[in-house]
């Protein structure tokens, strides 16, 4: 049997600016809640951060993705929601803690997204253990299968540095936090700071349109 798919996040470290040599995988830091997204058959979970379930409050992307035609995988994400051309994290915020008739009007009103940066478990196999080239290549090509999934995005990557930095010349406001860059071989590490977040450079409204 393969190891066990990891319950903890791999997280960041913060550091002044983009690495500069080889060897990089660079995403746009979203403004959301970081969540592990998994799905075991009829059983759909989203994990936050603290290790604590977030199914509750996003009923939306929950029924996303129990629909999807695929039964086995586990994501690495970020929760958003969408308000007009930005991401509002106090619409996030709002969905903590109320009546389950609360978070159900709020999810039909402001429906969430998973913005999906990285995977885990796919429905061929645990991956959490390959390299990060071989596992953003097998979320590409999980992302032709699931096609117009409702409530999943892909998030763009780049390995060069000039496209990172314009994400970063952009950033602030409500969307894009920064940037994230992560080594290309190496495994996902749970619980480490293993990535480095590069934060904004300045405050601007920042638009969605870079997710595809």
């Not at 969408?82 to 619409?91: D, I, N, R």
């Not at 402001?110 to 959490?128: K, S, Y």
């Not at 892909?154 to 000039?162: E, H, I, N, V, Y």
């Amino acid at each position: 049997m393969g190891k066990a798919v990891p319950r903890a996040t791999m997280e960041a470290q913060q550091v002044a600016e983009l690495p500069r040599d080889k060897g990089w995988q660079f995403e746009p830091k979203w403004d959301g809640f970081r969540c592990l997204a998994s799905r075991d058959g009829a059983k759909v979970g989203l994990m936050g951060r603290s290790g604590k379930s977030l199914a509750r409050y996003f009923p939306e992307v929950v029924s996303g993705l129990a629909g999807l035609p695929v039964r086995r995988f586990t994501l690495d994400g970020e929760l958003v929601i969408p308000v007009g051309k930005v991401l509002s994290f106090e619409a996030l915020q709002m969905r903590l803690h109320p009546a389950a008739s609360r978070i159900a009007k709020l999810a039909a009103e402001t429906p969430a997204l998973l913005i999906v940066f990285d995977v885990l478990r796919t429905p061929d196999g645990d991956v959490a253990g390959r390299p990060l080239i071989e596992r953003r290549a097998a979320l590409e090509k999980l992302f032709i299968r699931l096609a117009e999934a409702p409530h999943l995005r892909l998030s763009p990557a780049t390995t060069r540095r000039a496209e990172a930095s314009r994400w970063l010349a952009r950033a602030g406001g409500g969307a894009l936090d920064g940037v994230v860059a992560k080594r290309l071989d190496e495994p996902y590490r749970a619980g480490e700071r293993a990535m480095l977040k590069i934060k904004c450079l300045r405050t601007a409204d920042c638009v969605v349109g870079g997710v595809r």
